[in-house]
């Protein structure tokens, strides 16, 4: 029977100084995981990594710009030698990318959201493929949105970028499944992140309790649970899959 740990995994995780990324740091962690802790803010990522020693943990953090694609695999070969190899990619790094389709920044936020949202997620797999494929439980688990899925006034840029990583994971799970990898993907749905900070309190109850069955907004380690659950080696038969971790936001109809 496969294992349902992931003690002593090396597990690399983007966006990792806040909100999910953070949540799944942690989780993974707390695990027995060695977690590479990836940000393109420095302070903060590296501020994680010394809490989590701290705590008695095995992490490290690099700084990293998931937009530059000679970087990703300088970090990428960094994480490899400093832990000695890596079995988990968690491509989590975001950005948010609202822009009407007939305003004058449109094209910029487009452009920036498929660089960082879609595009560094394949350069990421790039860069880790070679490792995975030493690994004996390879996982790659891309973090899109329920965004995806559906889509809010004045967001294409960053719903088409979204679309794109479950077209992407999809893809993927073909063309590495005779390998043993899998890729899945999630979709998070409303959930309190520093993205979501800027929405009044009282205008996030009136929305979960609109749109989601269980009525609230989710955690980040809520999400990193089921990250984390597709990352065991027991997990070795999902693959290709697009799971929504939204409350119930879009199985509901009314």
């Known amino acids: ?89 968690v491509n989590n790094a975001g950005v948010s990318g609202f822009a009407p389709i007939d305003s004058d920044e449109y094209e910029d936020v487009w452009v920036r959201s498929f660089a960082i949202l879609l595009t560094a997620q394949q350069r990421l797999v790039r860069a880790v493929l070679p490792y995975l494929r030493k690994s004996a439980a390879p996982r790659i688990v891309n973090i899109a949105s329920t965004e995806a899925l559906g889509a809010t006034s004045r967001d294409s840029p960053y719903a088409a970028a979204k679309a794109g990583v479950t077209g992407l994971t999809r893809a993927l799970a073909v063309e590495l499944g005779p390998e043993g990898i899998t890729v899945n993907c999630i979709c998070p749905g409303p959930i309190t992140t520093g993205m979501t900070a800027g929405v009044p309190d009282a205008d996030k109850e009136v929305y979960a309790r609109r749109r989601t069955a269980l009525r609230r907004y989710g955690r980040p380690e809520e999400v990193a649970h089921m990250t984390l659950s597709l990352c065991l080696p027991a997990a070795s038969y999902i693959t290709g899959a697009t799971i929504p971790v939204d409350g119930g936001l879009m199985a509901r109809n009314a």
């Open 1 to 89: 029977m496969n294992s349902r740990s992931v003690a002593n995994s090396v597990v690399l995780v983007t966006g990792a100084a806040s909100g999910m990324g953070r949540a799944t740091a942690e989780v993974f962690a707390a695990e027995g995981a060695h977690v590479a802790c990836i940000d393109i803010s420095g302070d903060s990522v590296r501020g994680l990594a010394e809490e989590m020693t701290g705590r008695g943990f095995s992490a490290a953090a690099w700084t990293l710009d998931i937009a530059d694609a000679a970087a990703i695999k300088t970090v990428v070969g960094e994480v490899a030698a400093r832990f000695g190899g890596i079995d988990i990619l």
